[in-house]
């Protein structure tokens, strides 16, 4: 292992001719992101007992509309349950259980294994693209980027929220919802462990065992594209049947498909984006489908006194 230096600061880079074999590799990529996925994956069985009751309101809108005061009680009333997903979210680690150390493990292991041959996979790709191929994993990567996909949640609860009458629109307006709760934790969890990790991007062209933690978050591990595709495609494959998961899902993994295309990303990268957006969508899925029939989300035209808002409202 050697220390190479760019702008005087310490550079770790794993160098190959000096690794033993390709096992000793294996296990110091799977101790690395076995450590590192713990703040990741909210894998613990969880019961509907786990979870606080939502939070109460004291007024609901009438035909007028809510009045300033009770406007900002809903408001304030959204932001705990919101608080309340977080919290759940980001305590998840302390909850594992034995069953969800296995899973955990298995991620962390098929990780380690795709570490072992991100640099040949990403040749592949590489010699096996054609313009063709760019074009398209081009036009998924301005799909797949965040605020695209932020738009694209928005449009949804407006389309939801126009329809609300219906139970369709009703369906979209929380299936939105949740969508973009899911990509917001999913967000803020790869931003930090870019930040943490510090992996070059195959474009540095400082090989795939590069790591400059602590300095931005233009890093490669993990791929945001694949856990923000993976987050938002999980939420709706479970709240829809099919085609919706079919199509959800295979579009998601195109966009991770192509940040390999683009030489963005590291196989690796996009495994664990993808591994991280899948279960941040299926924990706050179900989280909230145990939570329907007493939480309900509805959007709130008041009068021109006040403004547009959404309501929080509580059923016993």
Do not use: C
Not at 115 to 143: A, E, K, P, Y
Not at 212 to 236: E, K
Request: no cysteine; net charge neutral.
């Amino acid at each position: 292992m050697s220390f190479t230096f760019r702008k005087s600061r310490p550079v770790l880079r794993f160098d190959r001719s000096l690794q033993g074999s390709s096992s000793a590799r294996t296990i110091l990529a799977a101790a690395l992101f076995i450590a590192l996925s713990g703040l990741w994956f909210p894998l613990s069985d969880v019961s509907a007992s786990e979870f606080p009751p939502p939070q109460s309101i004291d007024q609901t809108p009438t035909d007028s509309g809510p009045s300033p005061e009770s406007s900002s009680v809903l408001i304030g009333s959204l932001g705990r349950a919101f608080a309340e997903d977080a919290k759940y979210v980001f305590t998840s680690p302390l909850r594992i259980d034995t069953k969800s150390a296995l899973i955990l493990g298995g991620v962390a292991a098929a990780i380690g294994g795709l570490i072992v041959v991100d640099d040949d996979l990403q040749d592949f790709f590489q010699r096996n693209r054609n313009d063709f191929t760019r074009d398209i994993s081009s036009g998924l990567d301005v799909f797949g980027s965040a605020p695209n996909v932020l738009f694209g949640n928005l449009g949804l609860i407006g389309a939801g929220w126009w329809f609300r009458e219906s139970q369709g629109g009703d369906k979209l307006l929380r299936t939105a919802l949740i969508s973009l709760e899911a990509q917001a934790f999913t967000e803020s969890i790869a931003g930090v462990t870019k930040f943490v990790v510090g992996r070059a991007r195959p474009t540095a062209r400082q090989g795939d065992q590069t790591y400059d933690p602590f300095h931005g978050i233009d890093r490669s591990f993990p791929s945001s594209h694949s856990a923000r595709a993976l987050a938002v495609a999980t939420v709706f494959s479970d709240r829809y049947e099919q085609p919706v998961p079919i199509l959800a899902y295979t579009l998601a993994a195109l966009i991770g498909i192509s940040r390999n295309e683009l030489d963005r990303h590291w196989a690796s990268d996009v495994f664990a984006g993808a591994a991280l957006g899948f279960t941040m969508g299926k924990v706050l899925s179900w989280r909230h489908r145990h939570q329907d029939n007493r939480l309900t989300f509805l959007p709130s035209l008041p009068g021109v006194e006040s403004s547009v808002g959404l309501v929080l409202q509580y059923s016993f």
